[in-house]
Structures are given as C-alpha cells and as structure tokens.
T-cell receptor
Framework: GENVEQHPSTLSVQEGDSAVIKCTYS??????FPWYKQELGKRPQLIID?????GEKKDQRIAVTLNKTAKHFSLHITETQPEDSAVYFC???????????FGKGNQVVVIP | NAGVTQTPKFQVLKTGQSMTLQCAQD?????MYWYRQDPGMGLRLIYY???????DKGEVPNGYNVSRLNKREFSLRLESAAPSQTSVYFC????????????FGPGTRLTVL
C-alpha cells in the first residue's frame, strides 16, 4: 500500500519567516494530496489539497507544490504567525479508493 | 450543522472490558472512517465504510468491529479492550468514496488500564 513520509519531524521558525514541509509518497497511482492541520487537543482540519493534474495551488499564505516525477509534495507557509503553530499532516490517496495514507506529522513552532 | 460528532469524549476501561464508540454526521456523506492516533504515529485507518451497508478493513483492524447503522451513524466496538488500544480515536466522513475532503469529529480519548 501507499507509504507517506514527512520531513523534518519538528520545525521551528521565527514569526514572519517561511516554513516548508516536504512529503514523499511511494505509490505512483496516488493522485490526491491533502494537508491537514491539527492544533493541540483538536481535530485535524483540511487546510489545502492538490490533485495530480495541478503542479501548484495557493490559498492566501499557504501553498502546496507537487512533483509527480520525484513523488514528493510540499507545504509552504509564508509570513508565519503564532497561530500557525500546530502539527501538520500530509496524506495521499488515489481515485476510486479514498483511503488516505497519512504521514506521521510535522510539529511547526512559530517563535514570536 | 453539527458536522461529525463523537461520544464519549473520554473513557477509561479496564483490560477485558468492552465498549462502543459512537459517531454521527449530518452532512449527508456517503463514506465514513475510523482512525486511531498515537504519539509519533500519525493517523492510522482502522475501518471504513464507503457507503451505507458496506464496511472494509483498514490498516489496523485487529481487536475492533464496526457497524454502519445507517447513512448517518458509524460505530466502533472494542470487544475485549487491551492496553495497546489506549489511543485517541477519530471518526471522519466524506461526501463520497472518490477522493474528497474528509471531515473529522472531535475525537475520543480512550485509556485502557
């Protein structure tokens, strides 16, 4: 089955700087890649997703890029703010089988 | 809309006891899922139901059973709880089994002594 890996496990950034989290996946058939944000003690919530027919997608300060050849996708957060501090999970799945394979998560800490 | 709801929020069991975790969604979604979340392990799929009347095993189904009671409700049962089942359990739903956003419930924190 699909295997998703995230790096780095913990990322500390100064407020206002950018944060980048990279995920790699193993199944070349995967074509849906969501990112979830989980604040401490809360439920995971979708923040952005990308499908394989698109190379990049942006939503305000958040962007996701996809490299199908290298089988990796990345989350970019610009102008980080304290409320961006959370655990971020990437995931992958393919059409016809909405079984998301999640990475183990990245702790992002934004230092004021 | 309440979205996805779960009961209970917290539960402590003794080894060997049984319990059922309840999940309901009011978004008219077809697909529902049960995950467990352990520190450093991410979210792992236990069981899912692509549509009413169907259920399938996920990555870690051993020790669990599920029931898709109707389109709204999907329950997870632990027949004989073990300390290894101490975890946070999340229910989720999506519009369809095709790739779509999964919406998560607030979670149930289960401790097995």
């Amino acid at each position: 089955g699909e295997n998703v890996e995230q790096h780095p496990s913990t990322l500390s950034v100064q407020e206002g700087d950018s944060a980048v989290i990279k995920c790699t996946y193993s199944d070349s058939a995967s074509n849906y890649f969501p990112w979830y944000k989980q604040e401490l003690g809360k439920r995971p919530q979708l923040i952005i997703d990308i499908r394989s027919n698109v190379g990049e997608k942006k939503d305000q300060r958040i962007a996701v890029t996809l490299n199908k050849t290298a089988k990796h996708f990345s989350l970019h957060i610009t102008e980080t703010q304290p409320e961006d501090s959370a655990v971020y999970f990437c995931a992958a799945s393919n059409y016809g089988n909405n079984r998301l394979a999640f990475g183990k998560g990245n702790q992002v800490v934004v230092i004021p | 809309n309440a979205g996805v709801t779960q009961t209970p929020k917290f539960q402590v069991l003794k080894t060997g006891q049984s319990m059922t975790l309840q999940c309901a969604q009011d978004m008219n979604h077809n697909s529902m899922y049960w995950y467990r979340q352990d520190p450093g392990m991410g979210l792992r799929l236990i069981y899912y139901s692509a549509s009413e009347g169907t259920t399938d095993k996920g990555e870690v189904p051993n020790g669990y059973n599920v029931s898709r009671l109707n389109k709204r409700e999907f329950s997870l049962r632990l027949e004989s709880a073990a300390p290894s089942q101490t975890s946070v359990y999340f229910c989720a739903s999506s519009r369809d089994r095709e790739v779509d956003t999964q919406y998560f419930g607030p979670g149930t924190r289960l401790t097995v002594l």
